[in-house]
């Protein structure tokens, strides 16, 4: 492959001497020409390119495995309908998938995500440094705003109805509506779950205006308390929505801990749901 290359040239001010006619007449020379100031180029500011993602992870895993021989890092980054963020280790490569929302976070982010990831993954301790900062930027408005949205958009919420064997969902509600929240609060959409959940015995899904609520208290011996109280319990999550202190998600605030105290059969529905 032949390259064009100019050849160098050097630009030299000529001089000429005066002509006869100049002499004989007494003209006076003309004063050299002055000589072209040509502006130097200013150099570029130094921009350091930021380092890549993968570059970010090779450099959290030496700091944290330094002996150990530097595997290949397959890094996606995926449509999840949530701040997903996984690792898998098959047959010497990692296989990292993190959320399309994280794509664009800043690199100490990523720095903090690299981290947390295969620390979990070898067992080591987690930083706490790195594990607060990862926790402020997700739990940030604009990031909280951004992830709501995609649930909002992406995910597919699986609902059965609200009509049970047993009890109606809309109709505990109303009653439940008018006793503690006098008849103001709007309806969500409300359904019994898909299976006999045991470890979610219900939640609100903000994303989608739902309450979820487990399949295992429709049953004939399900005292009417419990399955008041867990769908109050539920709507009070509607009334106080999850706020954000310090880095923090605040679920429970001291408002909504006081009215859940004002369910006058609290320790009766307790005493079930741990039976269950």
Known sequence: ???????????????????????????????????AKVAKPKKAPHDAAAPSVREIFEHEYREL???????????????????????????????????DILENAPTDVHSAIAHILIAKLYRKDIDAARASRYRRYTTSEAVARQAEHVRQTRGRKRISTAQGKFYD????????????????????????????????????????NTIVVSKV??????????????????????????????????????EFQAEEKLFPDLAEAKAYLKRL
């Open 65 to 99: 495995r330094p002996r150990a021989p530097m595997p290949h890092f397959d890094i996606r980054f995926k449509r999840f309908t949530s701040l997903n963020t996984t690792i898998r280790l098959r047959e010497g490569r990692l296989n990292v998938r993190l959320s």
């Open 169 to 208: 969902l809309d109709e505990v509600f109303e009653v439940l509506n008018t006793r503690f929240f006098h008849g103001l609060m709007g309806r969500p959409t409300l359904t019994w779950s898909t299976q006999h959940a045991r470890r979610m015995l219900g939640h609100y899904d903000a994303a989608h």
């Open 217 to 254: 208290f429709d049953r004939a011996d399900t005292p009417r308390a419990a399955t008041e109280y867990l769908l109050y319990h539920e709507m009070l999550h509607l009334k106080h929505p999850v706020k954000v202190k310090g880095g923090r998600r605040c679920v429970h605030s001291r």
């Open 1 to 35: 492959m032949h390259s064009f290359q100019p050849s160098h040239v050097n630009l030299k001010t000529t001089v000429t001497s005066p002509s006869l006619f100049q002499r004989l007449f007494g003209i006076p020379e003309p004063p050299p020409a002055a000589k």
